[in-house]
DNA sequence: GATGAATGAGCGTTCATTCAT
DNA sequence: TATGAATGAACGCTCATTCAT
């Protein structure tokens, strides 16, 4: 409201980054506006400015508004799926580990930095973003489904779980993670107190793992 | 035109169907175009064409799009955490049958009609109209999650829960079922199959009351 | 330039005209503007104003500004030619005096008039908008020649005029005419004087009876 | 790149191609595009693309868009009246034959080269920059109609013509050459069949001569 | 009450122009 | 000399809002 729509930058660095002000710098601007405002309430002056580069930059590098969206959306995911499953081979054989690793270091990896505004996002956008979500839910959703439910099976095989129905227990499993990022990015940032994590986190672990049958699981550290 | 009105012998007659276009019929039309498009990317001649008026007519009864939106979210939601406070007094001294009652019933009440938007399109939103977030956290969330820690503390105290720590066990519990809510209106409207809802409410349950250390409850019917 | 932006027109029609405000009065504006500084370099905001609506009333009626092209086009070109094609019958049997009609009518119908400008704005802009050019080709320029082919031809077959090759003769004949009318729009509108209309056309119509083995044709009265 | 420059002896080497990258080259680019699309609706990045320059080199030569049109015009056209003025003197007592040679001249060395488009951006653009259209008069059109003028006035004079009103002879005399070369760059590069130069010009060479009251004329070879 | 023509501020996008390299 | 990243003013188009009917 206040601030200068980009008015003069800081003579100290002209226009000296240029190539440096990579496209990452503008996604992750585009990203965190996306998430604070949706995607059709954000303007892309309000980009650019937090980007610190001037409206027509945008268009050097994305072709469009919605372009710029894909771009954010891709360039957030790629890496993200991918550790979770380097980790399902590193703890083979602990399922409890897993679970507590995966609930943990979701958050600590996803939730509680940018990325964390990813859900809100398309969840936000995925009808009007069909072809978004259809990449989203392929790599990302499914693939992160399918490894929490691998980790259950392998825990209910080894008996360390009791019988439970795993066809949509990674959905159960990440509900409360994702209910955490999108308070955070909705009433918690808005009206009401952030819920806190560290508590919330520890709730949903003991009751997860007692529902699971496991008695003396314990939270990390 | 310039004929005599001859031909409509009372003005009444014609626009008599008019009167049962109460506002009603525009928030529930304005809600369902939210939730798929959001607030912003709704435009007011569609929610007019869906409810069957013309644009203008919106404006004899909502002063803006804004009002609009706080209309569609305190009609949505008035009605719908009375009855969960009256269920409470209903079956005082069962807490299992409290919490079955309150998962399912909120689906089949909630979640599971029109109104299961809403949590979507408050999650969207909050950031952009913070007075109705405020309100709405403060007239269904903050009572909501209060009823679902009275049980659990109920539960509790009469040993048929395990000890838990309650602080948070009401976001914990609505967790999944706002996910299906959220899923039902995002990828299951749009990339995806939509989640099988009776196996996903049975999967939870079943998760929630062994967590809670219940080990016989049953799923209703 | 110095003309306010249609600021606040006279308050004594302030909002009077509407149904009145046809699509004709805009397609006017948009002719006289497209020919004078051609359709890219043509604001929209000017054709409004010109018309004495707002930008927004434009598309109302067009659903963008290159439907608008194309109507300012169709609609001043279909009544021009069906007056020509009613002439032939009328005079069937009379070719100098045809030729004249059509030569000097065609001057006081169209060259004269606002239309004069569309063969401008066509020849700049056919590259641009093919299916609006050949649309023109079919409708106007097509059936416009036939009906000098005709009329010379007949006059050969009856001995009024000297055995000539007919294929071309019409662009031959309309080139003058068109030369007329370009010139008034472009370096007589600018820079140069006018052409003198009467005596352009006396010397053309009398060199192409010449030419067509008329030695006593007179112009009209 | 960050290698001695031990394998490029003299920096002049590499660069000397750039010496040809005369100016001519962009208006010759500029030229195409410009009778292609017109003035305002090419983009300088066609033009540079089209040149096999980068966008900024074009200001190396020319300092706006502006000043690229007015070395279009005043390029193309500065030797071609010139060519006629010095025909002028070769055939001073033989106006039938200057005829002829004016009028397949100019077809064969303008209307049928790139310089055939001229007529159609300056008609297009006449009144947009009333300057160049100034100088363009001034330079080209008002000493080629000149030129025609006198020729006939010589040929009334010597009785090889009939008497004719010759003040506006030079206009009628170019009507069909300009339309011939307009035709070529609207409807014939776009929705209809290019007009048969040679029939053309020979119907309207005919038809001139007898208009002319030369009945013996011959077209050229 | 109900309409829908009209408005005009605002957005996404383009493109002539600049300038550090 | 030549580049192309960056700019920002300006345009086409949208849409919430108004108001005469």
New interface residues.
Partial sequence: MTQAPAAVPNDAAPRRRRKEARPQELTAAALSLFV??????TRLDEIAARAGVSKGTLYLYFDSKEALFKAVIAEGVVPAIEEGEAMLERHADDPVTLLREFLYGWWARIGNTELGGIP?L???????F?EV??YY?ETV?HRGLKLIRTVVQRGVEQGVF?P??T???G??F???L??LA??R???G????RD??AE??L???F????????VRDAEPPQ
Same sequence: chains 1, 2, 3, 4.
């Fill in positions: 604070e405002k949706g995607f059709a309430a809100k398309m969840i936000s956008e995925a009808r009007n069909p979500a259809a839910h959703i009791r439970v129905s066809e949509l227990i959905n159960v990440m509900a409360p994702l209910h999108l308070w990015h909705s009433f940032s808005c009206c009401a819920l806190d508590r919330f520890a709730t949903w003991d009751l997860l793992m007692h529902g699971l049958g």
